[in-house]
């Protein structure tokens, strides 16, 4: 499905000579059959789960992410308190849901 994607994208920007909205139209049509395919293979409660888990896995590796990145910068600061930001961002969506 793939391979007839990109081939259709190939002769859409051969054939006008540089990026028109055809091959957004392509790539978004390849989007939409492979999530129906995806449907019928797993089911809709099936692709909402996987779709959960993967957001659940990309949160937490963006807070692993984070926390290192951070890390680099707050060990040159010895002379400052640490922060937890992780309980901190944790704290203020917990207060967002409470007043939401």
């Known amino acids: 499905m793939n391979a007839v994607a990109v081939l259709l994208m190939i002769i859409a920007f051969a054939s006008t000579g540089g990026l028109v909205g055809a091959e957004v139209a392509i790539a978004g049509g390849t989007a939409v059959v492979a999530q129906r395919v995806l449907e019928a293979i ?20 963006a807070r692993r992410l984070m926390d290192l990145e951070a ?19 944790d704290s203020v969506r917990n207060a967002l849901k409470e007043v939401a």
């Open 42 to 61: 797993f089911g809709e409660h099936g692709m909402r789960q996987l779709a959960a888990e993967a957001q659940e896995d990309l949160l937490r590796r």
């Open 71 to 89: 890390r680099r910068f707050l060990d040159r600061l010895p002379d400052l308190p640490r922060v937890d930001f992780a309980n901190a961002v």
